[in-house]
């Protein structure tokens, strides 16, 4: 995986890839872009990632709660909703039919490219 991400792709995956990432575990808001940035979205910022987690939160796919912390202020930790896993099952199916409508084109050959000037 490159370091660096077309934005208009990541966009719009990237409240898949949040809802993903907080199945698997309970996470704050900078830890998950850690764990972004720990599987190739190096490019992937705060910045970013916060107001998604908000957005989700605002339709009821994550719930938060407020831990305190030793290194600093309380930490605001994400996890699933009963209405985030039906968004995570539907996401994933559609990326996965994405995908295969992509590869499918894709794999088409190709014809030889015009020759400039023809």
Sequence with gaps: MTSSHDPQLLKGVLSLLLLHLLAEQESYGYEVVQRLQGAGF???LEGTVYPALARLEREGRLASRLVASSSGPAR???????????????????????????EAVLSRPLYAAPQKGS
């Design 76 to 102: 605001k930790y994400y996890r699933l909703t009963d209405a985030g896993y039906e968004a995570l099952a539907a996401g994933a199916a559609g990326w996965a039919r994405h995908v295969a409508g992509v």
């Design 42 to 44: 190096a490019d992937v």
